[in-house]
């Protein structure tokens, strides 16, 4: 499970007070379920903690139902590239050719 504290959040999103905890709450959730569905894994790590952090405030910047948000922003897509998990990645014994490497 995550550790994000509200008031990390409310610091991030310099937020002052409780009004808002409601919304920033179901926030946060939708922020972990779009991670999920976007394949990365919930964990505790800074990136992961950010993703969620910088989705809320896309979220909570942009709740005139007017305002279209057209994608996320380049930076969260580049945080959730570098969270997914890609399994394995190709180990290939030394000594052996690269596939696509030539010599010069």
Sequence with gaps: MVDLPMETLKKYLR?????DDEILTLLVDAAKEYLTGAGVL????????LAIMMHVALNYENRNPAIKIESIN???QSIILQLKEWGNPIEIPS??????ETEI
């Design 42 to 49: 919930e964990s505790n790590k800074a990136l992961y903690r």
């Design 95 to 100: 000594g052996e050719d690269v596939p696509g």
């Design 15 to 19: 937020i002052d007070g409780s009004e």
């Design 74 to 76: 380049f930076a969260l």
